[in-house]
């Protein structure tokens, strides 16, 4: 049976890189917002994780994901421009209620924040097959239970997706209505919720059975089937990610 992964095949220098260098700039986009605390540095580490995503290609399949975080994010903006804890300055009022400066300056930092985690995450999600990062991960000597983990975690999204359309199919063909205005979709909901929590019990349960037959809880110590990938650049780029962020230290707490 095939994986299903978030992983979009491209030709493309991203996906030319190792995934644990990958890894390597999730963390450094992490710190370097928190370390540096500037809305410049947050919209500059935001603007390079997208621009990385469109080097690979797959800008496009984020679209979903920052559709959502956008709604959530624009939640944020409202709440802090209104009653953030630091507002004293008005910047603006529109329909009686009134927005302050620093509640909309301390939004746009957590925006670009958010912005710029989550792309960096999708820069390794979508660039990476999972099969290539545990197998990574496994080789540095992490434990095999926890890659396996690291790898399902990868694959329950669409594993979930491909399992309601199926059921989906299977309830229309029964004539089931599942499309229609918002009291039709919310009527089938629960009737196609039920069948796809427990066929991700089966899957977990077949799935543990066929692990243990091959002896997945074996104690001696394993092989690979494949020789280890010559990645290009990841030298230079974890190294450079270093010097960055030990820079950054520096000027912000000994400078």
Same mark, same amino acid.
Do not use: W
């Given at each position: 049976?095939?994986?299903?992964s978030?992983?979009?095949?491209?030709?493309? !220098?991203?996906?030319? *890189?190792d995934?644990?260098?990958k890894?390597y700039?999730i963390v450094?986009?992490?710190?370097?917002?928190? =370390?540096?605390?500037?809305?410049?540095?947050?919209?500059?580490?935001?603007?390079?994780?997208?621009?990385?995503?469109?080097i690979?290609?797959? !800008?496009k399949?984020?679209?979903?994901v920052?559709? #959502?975080?956008?709604?959530?994010?624009?939640?944020?903006? =409202?709440i802090?421009?209104?009653?953030?804890? $630091?507002?004293?300055? *008005?910047?603006?009022?529109?329909?009686?209620?009134?927005?302050?400066?620093?509640?909309l300056?301390?939004? @746009?930092? =957590?925006?670009?924040?958010? *912005?710029?985690?989550?792309?960096?995450? !999708?820069?390794?999600?979508?660039? +990476?097959?999972?099969?290539?990062?545990?197998e990574?991960?496994?080789? $540095?000597?992490?434990?095999?239970?926890?890659?396996?983990v &690291?790898?399902?975690?990868?694959?329950?999204?669409?594993?979930?997706?491909?399992?309601?359309?199926?059921?989906?199919?299977?309830? %229309?063909?029964?004539?089931?209505?599942?499309?229609?205005?918002?009291?039709?979709?919310? $009527?089938?909901?629960?009737?196609?919720?039920?069948?796809?929590v427990?066929?991700?019990?089966?899957?977990?349960?077949?799935?543990a059975m066929?692990?243990?037959?091959?002896?997945?809880?074996?104690?001696? $110590?394993r +092989?690979?089937?494949?020789?280890?990938?010559?990645? %290009? #650049?990841?030298?230079? &780029?974890?190294?450079?990610?270093?010097?960055?962020?030990?820079?950054?230290?520096?000027?912000?707490?000994? @400078?």
């Amino acid at each position: 049976m095939k994986l299903l992964s978030l992983f979009v095949e491209r030709e493309s !220098l991203i996906h030319q *890189i190792d995934p644990i260098t990958k890894l390597y700039y999730i963390v450094f986009a992490i710190l370097m917002p928190a =370390i540096c605390s500037s809305i410049t540095v947050s919209i500059a580490c935001a603007f390079v994780s997208i621009i990385l995503l469109a080097i690979g290609k797959v !800008l496009k399949n984020t679209l979903s994901v920052f559709g #959502f975080v956008s709604f959530v994010l624009f939640t944020v903006i =409202i709440i802090q421009g209104l009653f953030g804890v $630091k507002n004293e300055t *008005i910047f603006f009022q529109i329909m009686g209620l009134t927005f302050y400066k620093e509640g909309l300056m301390e939004s @746009l930092v =957590i925006v670009f924040r958010v *912005i710029n985690i989550v792309a960096s995450f !999708l820069i390794l999600v979508l660039t +990476t097959r999972p099969s290539d990062l545990v197998e990574d991960l496994v080789r $540095k000597g992490l434990s095999p239970r926890i890659g396996y983990v &690291i790898l399902s975690v990868f694959q329950i999204i669409p594993q979930m997706m491909s399992t309601v359309d199926t059921i989906t199919d299977a309830q %229309k063909s029964r004539g089931m209505e599942t499309e229609g205005n918002l009291f039709v979709r919310m $009527k089938a909901f629960v009737p196609l919720m039920g069948p796809v929590v427990l066929s991700s019990f089966n899957n977990a349960k077949e799935r543990a059975m066929a692990l243990e037959v091959r002896a997945f809880g074996s104690k001696i $110590k394993r +092989t690979f089937l494949s020789e280890p990938k010559n990645y %290009k #650049f990841c030298m230079p &780029i974890r190294a450079s990610l270093l010097i960055i962020l030990i820079g950054a230290v520096i000027g912000r707490f000994i @400078l």
